[in-house]
């Protein structure tokens, strides 16, 4: 059995930068298939910091208060203990955007209700539990997906196919579009760990004792992200659940009698942390952006952010190309022109905090003192403002350009 579906733009993904893109490209009437592998958008420990530029992008399409109706916490500085000091490391109340403020919000909520607002376009479709498997070729270009359904097999026939599939994505495999490795000296675990009213009310991030925990309010949970030296995961659990307990509750004495929750290893979720970018993000019928073009480090929550002004940037390029029968593939390589400024700036930074900060604490057992520049911070108040708006709102942002079509019909 094969079932096939004829659209203007195939999205390959149903993550941050494949659903905006589907919901951009839908609004401006362009026909467009979104596969999604999973049954539905529910995976915990994914990026869920919405950052002012994105929030930014919800006003300028008018649903950012619709949108802050959603269970979230606003954060409006951002400070983590380093050391036995507590100390401000971003201020987001003077950022360039309406609102001045960092979003947490589960990942799953975001992609629902773009996904929801999606479709209200008869133009959009959404097809979960869709694996891409193959790229489908007309001569040198892409012209549509081959994937799995449950119990059938889907072809979509478009003269364009987006890849949004991940820092894993199939799509650039199956285009050999060649990965330049950066290299990244940690992974991270994350976990559950109850929280109770009486706990800290705001993100925590925690530098001491040769050991890195970021600590995310979920309401009646943390989600903890404990930093560890990549490839020694194994080790670690080969010593035992008992030795990770120990740190975690070292490191915060107050989820001290609550350790305990981590029953064995399969409560803990290994993330391994990549940090790669695509030496050319297209070819002929073909364009990969967010994860799947440039792998981003968790530092600073950025990935989730870079991905949609990804999207944004690629949407308004390609609606009136494809309304004017012009896309080529310069078209394609403009889009990778503009975001590619952006992209290796936020790496060269996340790259060095990993060499010049993370590797100097993890190989350290020692208290971890301030380095200089937060001590700047601590002095200056105004210097603040700068991480925020490099993390908060980018060197290039992106603002929506395309028309809206009418809904519904």
């Known amino acids: ?36 592998k999973h049954r539905d958008f529910f995976r915990d420990f994914r990026g869920d910091t919405i950052h002012p530029s994105t929030l930014q992008l919800m006003y300028e399409l008018g649903l950012l208060d619709e949108f802050l109706r959603l269970p979230h916490q606003k954060i409006r500085e951002l400070r983590g203990q380093i050391g036995t000091e507590t100390v401000t490391l ?25 996904a929801e607002h999606a479709k209200r376009y008869p133009v959009f479709h959404l097809e979960m539990e869709a694996e891409a498997t193959e790229l489908l070729f007309a001569g040198d270009a892409v012209c549509g997906v081959r994937a799995t ?17 991940g820092r894993h994505s199939i799509v650039r495999e199956r ?7 950066l290299g990244a000296p940690m992974d991270v675990l994350w976990f559950r760990l109850s929280r109770r009213r009486d706990d800290p009310s705001e993100v925590l991030g925690r530098f001491d004792f040769g050991r890195i925990m970021v600590l995310i309010d979920r309401g009646d949970y943390w989600q903890c992200g404990y930093v560890i030296r990549k490839g020694t995961f194994e080790i670690m659990q080969q010593r035992g659940i008992q030795e990770l307990r120990n740190d975690i509750a070292e490191l915060e004495p107050f989820l001290r009698e609550r350790v305990a929750e981590l029953r064995d290893w399969s409560d803990v979720k290994l993330l391994t942390v ?12 073909l364009l990969c952006i967010g994860d799947a073009a440039h792998a981003m480090s968790p530092i600073g929550g950025v990935g989730v952010n870079l991905a949609i002004q990804d999207a944004v940037a690629a949407a308004n390029a390609l609606v009136p190309a494809i309304n004017r029968g012009t896309l080529r593939e310069k078209t394609l390589h403009a889009i990778q022109s503009r975001r590619m400024v952006p992209t290796i700036a936020i790496q060269l930074l996340q790259l060095t905090i990993q060499n010049h900060v993370i590797d100097h604490v993890l190989g350290s057992t020692a208290h971890f003192a301030l380095p200089a520049p937060l001590r700047l911070f601590q002095r200056w108040p105004y210097l603040r403002r700068f991480p925020a708006r490099l993390i908060g709102v980018g060197l290039r942002p992106e603002h929506i350009r395309t028309q809206k079509v009418a809904e519904g019909g």
């Open 1 to 36: 059995m094969m079932r096939q579906i004829d659209a203007q733009c195939c999205v390959v993904g149903g993550g941050p930068a494949g659903i905006m893109l589907g919901f951009l490209l839908a609004r401006a009437g362009i026909r467009t298939v979104v596969l999604e």
């Open 274 to 285: 990549a940090v790669d970018r695509l030496k050319r993000w297209h070819r002929p019928g």
């Open 175 to 181: 285009a050999r579009l060649e990965v330049v490795t």
């Open 149 to 165: 359904v449950p119990g059938d097999t889907l072809e979509i026939r478009a003269p364009l196919v987006i890849g949004c599939d």
């Open 90 to 114: 971003g201020d987001f109340r003077h950022v360039p955007t309406v609102p001045k403020f960092l979003v947490l919000m589960p990942q799953w909520d975001f992609l629902n209700f773009l």
